[in-house]
């Protein structure tokens, strides 16, 4: 037997080549998506735990919670680097520190913005530092610049740059340009390097550090090392290898790309499902193929049970076959994936193929066709020899009473139902019921695919007439000829364009929600925000502004921890005189003006939860401050804008309660509106400092929606893999379907169809499957979107479902142009059909 099926898949090339293209695509999609999130995983750790190596140990002071950083002094540096066996003991300085490029715009990531300290050794170098232009600096007026935010600056050694840090901005000249590794710098962020002095002065206090490092003499066991080194640090601080170190950033790193791991996992998931429908559908037309060679096989004394394992060797040597090819080229998509989502700010990621994804491949290469090939030859074996021997090509029409219609109607039924209860209802389980009513209802809709193809092609038939009488009735006919297979072809298309359809609708709207929960609310020209991490901006921070001529601004103070009527509390402290000109405050009940008597206004989500009214008087305390506010104005407002408090109050009463209040962003307006030359007033006026962002409206959208739009773009890539299976699953169904029709092909061309006729009847017949499976595919996504989108409305309020019509339509011309490209090669084969030896076919 396993001689007779090894003869059987060498001896058709073209059967053996499709199918095997078939089971690979599949395999090539899930090997590509592990490679790749094994990849960026396996990159993210090598970069975290990289620099440790040349650490033997670390000694930093023992935090405690609440109270401020703890610190190390001097004479502990220099008694480590007494102790026998040190080499030497750097002290280190940190903190934040932000440069701009000759444009004004920030250099670096906003999480990863840093400063620290040049400790030179007895040679002058420090090991945690290669410089490649210029030294450290070695006084209070010059700085040095890693080599990425140099490149990006356009600095160069001798430059003047000006940087901010927590307590202000100043200019330094560029002294050294350097590289280093990641336990200094964090993949796409800055780092400022400053003596040791000015380190100091502008982080911590004289004579203090962060931490010391310590790097021991050539052939010091470390271990020993650590037990003295214990024995002369102070009793609140702790020692650790640089080991220990690299283990805890590679376990950390390696906890933060579990996310990514999981996305692509999902991903994976999908491919293979899309896939699954291809092997199927590939499996299904090659045994119907080999029904007359089946059962001559069965006529000459064969049994059910030789004919069946027959078949399903020949399934298994296929998925051997093209899992061993689909591992190799899943690689090369992984690399080609590398490629295009890699940016200068990504760590560098080379490729990481693990046993455990060869082993998951090839049990996919091989299973799937095993199972996929179970029902068709179960399907084959049924049919008795005599009849099989005597068949034409056997039809499987899809019947509206068959089991397969009836499941497919009861889970699309059973899973609407669900969605649009989790939509309506919007409970705390809400979008698990919806996840799991949305995946019924795509499973409904791919059973119920082969019945819709029937009245998808009746409508689209009266077009397809229009456009070619002749190649448009045949590729209509030859679309519901076989339903099933029509159907499953469509079904991997519908997948694809349902996910990325919902991520569209969810995209869109929550684009909007964003864009518009603070630039809507903002009617002053320019933000002005400290970036993460950066300097503490107070009300003196916006006394600078006095100086623009015709300016209008208000700082946005916030004070904490008050109980008001008894209810936990925060107060954004305004100037009454101009925050009414500065934001938009749409007041329902009351007036604005009542701030300027030193009363409060309320947002109506805080007024509600809590029964408050205007002209209302209630208790507040602070700390052990006791005093009386009363209510002079409701306003509406969202819950998550980021600009309209829920408590506005005078800065006069904010200053009663808070001398300190943290000044959150100023809001400023210029006399001539926003503008290049206003926008550099403002940097101006505030001291040119890199530390403070000064941002317009397109600024502050752009900051706002650029996460979102990122994150669709990565999920619009990987999905447009399952859109790639099923535009090629569209290629092989086509291909193999020229393969059943030779004759009637020939028979066509016989009887006057030319060349350019049955490219083109080939064609139409793969655009309507791609419509097919196009329609229903967004159909089911905008209504999966809607659903999802429907339980944030509860709870953010201004969220309203956007139909993003332009990226709709592009997903279905994508859908379209890819099931074009598909029918190439199937239409090419298909007018090169040899006329006399097609119509001599038996």
């Known amino acids: 037997m396993f001689r007779t099926a ?251 790309s579990d996310t990514m791991s999981q996305i692509m996992v999902g991903f994976a998931a999908v491919a293979l499902f899309v896939a699954t429908f291809l092997i199927s559908n590939t499996f299904t037309m090659l045994v119907s193929r080999r029904t007359r060679e089946l059962a001559l096989m069965r006529a000459v004394g064969a049994t059910r049970k030789q004919v069946r394992r027959i078949l399903l060797t020949e399934s298994v040597l296929v998925g051997l076959v093209a899992s061993v090819a689909g591992i190799l080229a899943g690689t090369g998509v992984a690399a080609l994936l590398q490629a295009l989502f890699s940016s200068a700010d990504s760590p560098d990621a080379p490729l990481t193929l693990l046993p455990s994804t060869v082993i998951i491949a090839l049990v996919v290469g091989t299973v799937l066709p095993v199972i996929a090939a179970w029902v068709p030859v179960r399907r084959a074996m049924a049919i008795p020899p005599v009849a099989a021997l005597g068949a034409a090509e056997p039809a499987a029409p899809a019947h509206a009473g068959s089991l397969r219609t009836r499941i497919g109607a009861a889970l699309l039924l059973t899973g609407a139902a669900a969605t649009l209860y989790g939509a309506l209802a919007a409970d705390g389980d809400a979008r698990t019921v919806i996840g799991l009513g949305a995946a019924l209802t795509l499973t409904g809709a791919i059973g119920l695919i082969p019945l819709l193809s029937q009245p998808f092609t009746a409508l689209l038939r009266p077009l397809l007439l229009r456009y070619s009488p002749v190649h448009g009735d045949l590729a209509a006919r030859n679309t519901v000829r076989d339903p099933r297979r029509t159907g499953a072809t469509a079904a991997a298309l519908a997948i694809a364009l349902a996910l990325a359809s919902g991520l569209s609708v969810l995209g869109a709207s929550a684009t909007q929600y964003l864009d518009g929960a603070t630039t809507r609310d903002i009617t002053a020209d320019y933000l002005v925000q400290a970036p993460s991490g950066g300097q503490r901006m107070t009300p003196a921070t916006a006394e600078p502004l006095k100086k623009l001529t015709g300016a209008t601004y208000s700082p946005l103070n916030q004070s904490t921890e008050y109980q008001i009527g008894g209810v936990r509390s925060v107060l954004t402290g305004v100037d009454p005189a101009a925050i009414g000109r500065l934001l938009r405050y749409e007041v329902t009940a009351g007036s604005l003006d009542s701030l300027a008597q030193g009363k409060v206004a309320v947002a109506d989500y805080k007024a509600r939860a809590n029964g408050w009214k205007v002209g209302q008087s209630l208790p507040v305390k602070r700390l052990d401050q006791q005093g009386e506010l009363t209510i002079g104005a409701i306003y509406r407002a969202d819950e998550q804008s980021k600009v309209l408090p829920s408590i506005t109050a005078p800065d006069s009463l904010v200053a009663r309660f808070d001398s300190t209040p943290h000044t959150d962003s100023i809001v400023v307006a210029t006399a001539g509106g926003p503008g290049r030359a206003q926008h550099a007033s403002v940097v101006k006026a505030l001291g040119d400092n890199p530390a403070l962002s000064v941002l317009d409206k397109e600024a502050i959208r752009s900051e706002d929606t650029s996460g979102i739009g990122n994150q669709l773009n990565i999920f619009y890539a990987l999905l447009s893999m399952a859109l790639m299976i099923a535009a090629l699953g569209i290629a092989n169904t086509l291909a193999m379907s020229v393969l059943e029709r030779r004759k009637e092909i020939g028979t066509l061309r016989a009887l006057g169809l030319d060349r350019a006729g049955v490219t083109r009847m080939i064609r139409i017949e793969a655009l309507l499957v791609g419509a097919l499976g196009a329609a229903v595919g967004t159909v089911m996504g905008v209504f999966t979107g809607w659903a999802l989108g429907n339980t944030l409305q509860e709870s953010v309020a201004g969220y309203a479902l956007v139909i993003p019509w332009g990226r709709l339509a592009l997903g279905v011309l994508l859908a379209l142009a890819g099931a074009l490209l598909a029918s190439l090669w199937p239409a090419r084969r298909a007018a090169g059909v040899d006329i006399p030896a097609a119509t001599a076919a038996q």
Do not use: W
């Open 6 to 256: 090894l003869r059987n898949v060498l001896a058709h090339k073209a059967r053996l080549l499709m199918t095997v293209f078939a089971v690979m695509l599949g395999v090539t999609f899930v090997t590509g998506s592990l490679v790749y999130g094994d990849s960026q995983k396996q990159a993210a750790v090598d970069r975290a735990s990289a620099g440790y190596d040349r650490i033997s140990l670390n000694v930093s002071p023992n935090s405690v919670p609440g109270a401020p950083p703890a610190t190390l002094d001097a004479r502990t540096a220099t008694s480590l680097a007494e102790v026998p066996g040190v080499a030497a003991a750097a002290g280190r300085v940190n903190g934040f520190a932000a440069v701009a490029d000759r444009e004004g715009r920030l250099l670096g990531s906003a999480d990863f913005r840093k400063g620290g300290n040049f400790a030179p050794g007895k040679d002058g170098k420090d090991p945690a530092y290669a410089f490649t232009e210029g030294s450290g600096p070695v006084d209070g007026k010059a700085v040095a610049l890693d080599e990425a935010s140099a490149a990006k600056g356009g600095y160069r050694v001798g430059d003047t740059v000006r940087v901010g840090t927590s307590t202000g901005a100043e200019s330094y000249r560029l002294s050294g340009v350097f590289r280093t590794d990641a336990s200094k710098l964090s993949s796409g962020g800055s780092l400022v390097l400053f003596d040791d002095a000015t380190a100091q002065r502008l982080y911590l206090e004289p004579g203090r550090y962060t931490d010391i490092e310590i790097t021991a003499a050539p052939g010091t066991d470390t271990t020993q090392l650590l037990a003295r080194v214990e024995a002369v640090i102070p009793k609140d601080s702790t020692a650790v290898t640089g080991a220990f170190l690299a283990r805890l950033q590679a376990n950390r790193a390696s906890s933060g």
